[in-house]
């Protein structure tokens, strides 16, 4: 059976996206089954319903996606901050607020270092997260600044 922690290391953001693509497609064209397993149209031999264990791959590649892209979504924050956006221009660009933006940021940092004392190499160390956590800054006081023309 897949789970997401056995298969999250075997593909990449593309390629789990990809695979997702093409069961999802193949699971949404699938000729549909009565409750004895039976086609209830003219079988199509392109539209294969799903096994058990490829639904089951379906759900947990939908997991490594949402992981996956959540990771990247942070290091994204990360970038843009270190580019000079305000929160509130990240939240606009999330769909969000500047304070739901930091708190997910922070949340994610909180993440790496839990991470990192579990495994003692992955995620940030100590070090790593006080540089993030002042990298990110606070929103309040950081786009008050710059409305006053106080920050560059």
């Known amino acids: 059976m897949s789970t997401p922690d056995e298969i999250e290391g075997r593909f990449t953001l593309l390629t789990a996206a990809a695979r997702y693509d093409k069961l999802r497609a193949r699971d949404s064209l699938a000729t549909p089954v009565d409750d004895d397993d039976l086609p209830l149209t ?14 089951l791959e379906l ?13 990247g ?36 940092i909180d993440d790496q270092a839990e991470q990192h004392r ?3 190499y992955s995620g940030l160390d ?17 786009d008050d600044d710059r409305a006053w023309g106080r920050m560059p």
Request: charged share 25%.
């Open 42 to 55: 003219p079988p199509d031999p392109d539209a294969v319903p799903l096994s058990r264990d490829e639904a």
């Open 59 to 71: 759900l947990a590649l939908g997991e490594v996606i949402a992981r996956k892209a959540g990771y």
């Open 73 to 108: 979504r942070q290091l994204s924050v990360r970038s843009a901050r270190s580019a000079g956006a305000s929160w509130s221009q990240i939240g606009a660009a999330l769909g969000t607020s500047k304070q739901a933006a930091w708190e997910a940021h922070g949340r994610w």
């Open 118 to 120: 579990r495994s003692g």
């Open 126 to 142: 100590e070090n790593e997260v006080a540089v993030v956590r002042a990298a990110a800054g606070e929103p309040e006081r950081e």
